[in-house]
């Protein structure tokens, strides 16, 4: 076998938005055809492997795939068992994408779920691996404070900068992101194998089976419905905030989230090793009053600033739940998704809100050799076109 024939992959968390995202990257031959012999997606969601969309081929690249994992549920010794059980060569495991996530109202709940899963998840494949190389963990921009609203720390400080502090300790202690860096840091100590964090921001993509955050989903959806009932060329009013509409933020799509992950992965130890590398899709920040008139366009409607008139995903579905119902049936859509979709807290529309300039800066990831970007049109379409091809659209 060649060095890259004996890379093998496992994601925890494959069908969320970033894992999806990882295995479907891997499974595509990211960075290069073969870099990967082995692909093992782990989840706790039962679900139809077709229904992912995922390149595979049985037998033939790779992947694997275990599903009905509960992290929270399985300690070290039994999830060791069932991967041993259940995970053919599970003794070559040499990368870790972490991808898992566990949501509670209840933020130290929150930290010692989010904590657990990792540490499962990692000291598991430390006992049953021998290869293992590198561990890669999936944040975000609540590592900055950004939902903290009128707390944000670094107010008039845009771009942000992996070097900036933590937030207070007052907000920190419930942040799960730091709970899980502490203990990989801890975890890593003395071990031949290394680690980094990833940190996005506003995440386009989609997760096949509904996610909490996806922002594209819910978006598409509302844009798709609302030209359903409205007719096309109709003008959509922007749903967030005036002050929403020209402040500055960075989309990150799950394509170029996933490939820094595995980017960064294969890097030198000394290049890598306990670093935070943002991640966007272009190195310019974006408004909403940029954005939304292209998303619009998708759909053949026109994006307007924010009005009197503007309504929430949730709120416009709920005006015509008739109609929304009867085209799922006709249509043969994901009704129950869908709903799901545009009922979820990513459809709040909290980052469409926030009054201050969050954009990220990508020095860090470009010193490392990661230049890949996306336009607006490029990260949002395909996202769009992703949720056409599983029928989550109208």
């Given at each position: 076998m060649t060095e890259n024939q004996n890379k093998?992959?496992?994601?925890?968390?494959?069908?969320?938005?970033?894992?999806?995202?990882?295995?479907?990257?891997?499974?595509?031959?990211?960075?290069?055809?073969?870099?990967?012999?082995?692909?093992?997606?782990?989840?706790?969601?039962?679900?139809?492997?077709?229904?992912?969309?995922?390149?595979?081929?049985?037998?033939?690249?790779?992947?694997?795939?275990?599903?009905?994992?509960?992290?929270l549920v399985e300690d070290i010794v039994s999830l060791q068992a069932i991967l041993?059980?259940?995970?053919?060569?599970?003794?070559?495991?040499?990368?870790?994408?972490?991808?898992?996530?566990?949501?509670?109202?209840?933020?130290?709940?929150?930290?010692?779920?989010?904590?657990?899963?990792?540490?499962?998840?990692?000291?598991?494949?430390?006992?049953?691996?021998?290869?293992?190389?590198?561990?890669t963990l999936i944040t975000g921009t609540k590592a900055?404070?950004?939902?903290?609203?009128?707390?944000?720390?670094?107010?008039?400080?845009?771009?942000?900068?992996?070097s900036f502090p933590r937030i207070?300790?007052?907000?920190?202690?419930?942040?799960?992101?730091?709970?899980q860096k502490n203990h990989l840091k801890e975890l890593s100590k003395g071990k031949s194998w290394s680690w980094c964090e990833i940190r996005p921001d506003i995440i386009i993509g989609v997760a096949p089976f509904g996610n909490a955050n996806c922002i594209a989903q819910s978006t598409g959806i509302f844009l798709?419905?609302?030209?359903?009932?409205?007719?096309?060329?109709?003008?959509?009013?922007?749903?967030?905030?005036?002050?929403?509409?020209?402040?500055?933020?960075?989309?990150?799509?799950?394509?170029?989230i996933a490939q820094l992950c595995i980017f960064a992965s294969l890097q030198p130890k000394d290049k890598v090793h306990g670093q935070t590398f943002n991640i966007g899709d272009n190195s310019v920040p974006l408004s909403w009053s940029t954005r939304w008139p292209l998303l619009a366009a998708y759909f053949g409607l026109e994006g307007t600033g924010p009005s009197k008139d503007s309504v929430t995903p949730?709120?416009?579905?709920?005006?015509?739940?008739?109609?929304?119902?009867?085209?799922?049936?006709?249509?043969?859509?994901?009704?129950?998704?869908?709903?799901?979709?545009?009922?979820?807290?990513?459809?709040?529309?909290?980052t469409t809100v926030m009054d201050f300039d969050r954009h990220l800066d990508l020095g860090r990831a470009r010193a490392l050799g990661f230049n890949k970007e996306l336009s607006t049109e490029d990260s949002w379409y395909m996202a769009f076109d992703r949720l056409r091809n599983a029928k989550l659209l109208f």
């Open positions: 093998h992959a496992i994601v925890f968390g494959c069908t969320g938005i970033n894992g999806w995202a990882l295995v479907n990257q891997l499974l595509c031959g990211y960075p290069a055809i073969g870099a990967f012999g082995k692909v093992t997606a782990i989840s706790n969601r039962p679900f139809n492997l077709d229904d992912t969309k995922w390149p595979y081929e049985d037998g033939k690249n790779g992947l694997q795939v275990i599903s009905g994992i509960d992290l041993s059980e259940r995970v053919p060569s599970v003794e070559t495991v040499s990368h870790i994408y972490f991808a898992a996530y566990r949501e509670s109202q209840d933020d130290p709940e929150e930290c010692r779920m989010n904590k657990q899963m990792l540490d499962v998840s990692v000291q598991t494949i430390e006992k049953l691996s021998s290869c293992l190389q590198f561990v900055y404070g950004v939902l903290l609203g009128d707390k944000f720390p670094f107010r008039g400080q845009a771009p942000l900068k992996e207070p300790d007052e907000f920190a202690k419930d942040l799960f992101y730091y709970h798709s419905f609302y030209r359903e009932i409205e007719g096309p060329g109709a003008r959509v009013p922007f749903i967030g905030s005036e002050a929403g509409w020209t402040l500055l933020s960075t989309d990150s799509n799950q394509d170029i949730a709120q416009y579905i709920d005006r015509h739940w008739t109609e929304f119902q009867t085209l799922c049936r006709e249509r043969g859509l994901r009704e129950d998704v869908i709903y799901r979709s545009i009922r979820n807290t990513g459809s709040k529309g909290k």
